[in-house]
């Protein structure tokens, strides 16, 4: 890999490998559930989604009309494929919602839609139910996290 991705892909997978050990710390001890552990991480990279959109507040409303309009039906099918036991059904409904979080820089939720993803691919149905909590809990702090960003935007653009 040429050194200039290296420095551009690095600080991202350290991120990534210390909200593992978080999750990983709190789930180790048994009074914390997943919920309670990605409450102490950060729902959304506002910085890294208003530079992804070169600073276009209204693309980012945009975008978070569409993630609330869609994700209750991506959750809702999430939870159908786990009542059916229906591996696929979780692998390419994780997969989707993985690629939805990602775009918006929501790693925590992202996370936990890749590891729904993989143990849809493993057929591990009843091992995603406990992902499939945390990622519901998770998604109203996205929401909330996608709204506090563009009202913050917006106080700043009329001074």
Do not use: W, Y
């Not at 180790?28 to 989604?49: C, D, F, V, W, Y």
Request: with cysteine; glycine share 4%; aromatic share 2%.
């Amino acid at each position: 890999m040429p050194r200039a991705c290296f420095v551009q892909v690095a600080p991202q997978a350290c991120r990534h490998q210390e909200r593992r050990k978080v999750m990983s710390r709190a789930l180790q001890n048994h009074r914390s559930t997943p919920s309670e552990a990605m409450k102490r991480i950060p729902s959304l990279n506002g910085q890294e989604l208003l530079a992804r959109v070169d600073n276009d507040v209204d693309l980012v409303k945009e975008l978070t009309a569409i993630f609330c309009e869609e994700c209750p039906r991506h959750l809702a099918n999430l939870q159908t494929a786990l009542a059916e036991g229906k591996a696929a059904s979780l692998r390419q409904t994780g997969h989707t919602l993985k690629g939805m979080l990602a775009n918006l820089a929501a790693p925590v939720a992202t996370d936990l839609a890749a590891q729904i993803e993989n143990l849809g691919k493993k057929g591990q149905v009843s091992s995603a139910r406990l992902v499939f909590e945390a990622l519901k809990a998770e998604v109203p702090r996205v929401e909330k996290a996608l709204k506090d960003l563009t009202a913050g935007q917006d106080e700043n653009s009329d001074r």
